[in-house]
């Protein structure tokens, strides 16, 4: 077999494989520790959009945008997942943004977390927008995300704000919501629990569900 065949023959498996492992969020990664947390939150990011509904849905013919702003190595992992996917019926790309004028037409947000501080205008811009922000800081949420990974005991997990998703005009489906480490509820059904990062507390409403994915530490 050519040696450029092979390569997208393994390209295509590893696809395969991340996106059977990320069928269900509540699936393990014990089974696929040879993938790096890049490769995992890429194959979340691209699983999130299935599960979010944005107030207008665009023409067949306008791709659907992940965008990436400092997290080079998950821009990465994303331009081998999505060559030929689609989402809700569109082609997936992938974009890196560095100012607000790269948000026009994007639907996803991730902001690695080296990003955080100095996207500050970046986030502001989005937030205002139909856009799903993505982060991994531990300011993420109170940072306007509606969704943040944190990792608990080696196994990457994420939180989800519906407060943020309504100030986006999203809707996150509840399929979605059971899975996640950490609920923030809208004010009325506000309760105190502890949020899954050590030595600290949040008053906001939350449910916990073990649904994690543990990953490895490999390239």
Not at 102 to 131: D, N, Y
Not at 163 to 188: F, T, Y
Request: aromatic share 8%.
């Amino acid at each position: 077999m050519p040696k450029e065949r092979l390569g997208r023959t393994r390209r295509n498996l590893t696809r395969a494989v991340l996106l059977v492992v990320f069928a269900c969020f509540s699936a393990t990664l014990v089974q696929a520790a040879q993938f790096s947390v890049d490769a995992v939150k890429a194959a979340y990011l691209f699983r999130f959009a299935q599960y979010i509904e944005w107030p207008e849905p665009a023409s067949p013919d306008v791709p659907f945008v992940i965008a990436v702003s400092g997290a080079d190595d998950v821009a990465v992992q994303l331009e081998r997942l999505l060559p030929g996917m689609t989402i809700n019926g569109r082609r997936a790309i992938v974009r890196r943004v560095t100012r607000t004028q790269g948000l026009e037409g994007v639907h996803i947000l991730f902001v690695g977390a080296s990003a955080f501080s100095r996207t500050r205008a970046l986030r502001a811009l989005a937030i205002e927008k139909p856009i799903l922000v993505v982060t991994e800081s531990e300011d993420g949420i109170d940072g306007g995300a509606v969704i943040n990974f944190i990792e608990v005991d080696r196994n990457l997990r994420f939180e989800i704000s519906l407060i943020a998703a309504d100030r986006s005009r999203l809707k996150v489906n509840s399929a979605l919501l059971s899975v996640a480490a950490r609920v923030e509820r809208r004010p009325q059904g506000a309760i105190n629990c502890f949020d899954g990062y050590p030595h600290r507390q949040r008053p906001n409403g939350c449910l916990i569900r073990m649904a994690s994915a543990g990953f490895g530490r490999g390239a």
